[in-house]
């Protein structure tokens, strides 16, 4: 009986391991598209290549590779959470400073309200709308990756906010360093709008490096201090879906991801001066390389005919949210003075 029960793990192990090799060969790809193409990025291509090559390529259709797209999809997508908080230094909120705690938080209060408020009145599904409100509020693509381990949508719902997210990303680097400077924002306030209202990183940077003066370096501080939000967001999250689904005593586990735990861990780590500076651009190629896998998982597991159901609504709405969180950091930041 031992052995049964240890050659069990083993076998669902090895039988994953062919449909977890395609996801890691379109995230290869996918890697050196993003960096011919970085204003896309390695995700969006992962997700993309996925379903073009899952719709082109009948055998990558197949349930025996089923599996091992699954284990990518969940399984290296909390992984990469976790790897990723080794390049979140906890310091680095204490060095932008409360006074821009105002704006980050009204620009989530807006993203995460209007998401439910206009997804409500669009039809949009509850799964996506909430994808799309924490990328829009929160950092993109990771704040979905993080979303999705914990609400387990439908891969539908995933590439929707996906498709969403990196829409508007392009909308915001070609649009916002032209229209910081029609406004006249200094190189600090553009720094800080782009980090409030800019979802992914990778975005944030092409927008506020385009800018000029020292609107990259702030950008990026306030970018990543604003991620810190995934983390009362999925616990939230998370305690809301063991309420629906009935489970009385919700045990700390399910309220508490283990992934999330992990996640705050090696920031802590990384705060604490552990994890040595020359590491950080490994660990963040590392932790970009298992989102991209993840979501080349999400997409080979895709069909068009799904995707078709959604409509033009879920864009729709994020394009709204994108307008909105846009201009509420601009007025959060002529209210407050900064």
């Not at 995700?43 to 091992?68: D, Q, Y």
């Not at 998982?297 to 864009?315: E, Q, T, V, W």
């Amino acid at each position: 009986m031992a052995r049964t029960a240890v050659a069990a793990p083993q076998t669902q192990i090895v039988n994953r391991l062919p449909g977890l090799a395609v996801p890691l060969l379109v995230a290869a790809v996918a890697t050196g598209l993003g960096l011919l193409v970085p204003v896309i990025g390695g995700p969006v291509f992962a997700i993309i290549l996925g379903v073009l090559a899952a719709t082109v390529v009948k055998p990558l259709r197949s349930t025996r590779l089923a599996p091992g797209y699954a284990m990518a999809s969940k399984g290296v997508l909390q992984l990469s959470i976790v790897v990723l908080g080794t390049g979140l230094s906890l310091q680095q909120v204490v060095h932008v400073g409360v006074s821009s705690l105002p704006v980050m938080l009204g620009t989530l209060a807006v993203a995460l309200g209007g998401a439910w408020l206009l997804g409500k009145w669009l039809k949009v599904g509850t799964d996506t709308k909430t994808l799309i409100g924490v990328g829009t509020g929160i950092c993109g693509a990771s704040a979905i990756a993080a979303t999705t381990a914990v609400i387990k949508p439908k891969d539908t719902a995933v590439a929707y906010a996906i498709g969403t997210i990196f829409t508007f990303n392009i909308a915001a680097v070609l649009l916002f360093p032209p229209l910081g400077h029609l406004l006249g924002l200094s190189p600090h306030a553009f720094g800080l709008w782009a980090g409030t209202a800019v979802n992914d990183t990778s975005s944030v940077v092409a927008a506020a490096y385009a800018y000029g003066g020292d609107a990259g370096p702030y950008a990026i501080v306030v970018k990543l201090t604003r991620s810190l939000m995934i983390i009362p967001i999925v616990i939230t999250l998370a305690w809301l879906k063991a309420r629906k689904d009935d489970e009385v005593h919700l045990p700390w586990h399910r309220i508490v991801p283990a992934f999330l735990i992990g996640f705050v861990l090696a920031a802590a780590v990384d705060t604490a001066g552990l994890i040595p500076d020359s590491w950080h651009p490994t660990l963040s190629t590392i932790g970009t390389f298992l989102i991209t896998t993840a979501l080349a998982g999400i997409g080979l597991s895709l069909r068009f005919a799904d995707m078709r159901k959604a409509g033009a609504r879920p864009l729709l709405l994020g394009g709204i949210l994108w307008i909105a969180v846009a201009a509420s950091s601009l007025g959060l930041q002529a209210l407050t003075g900064l």
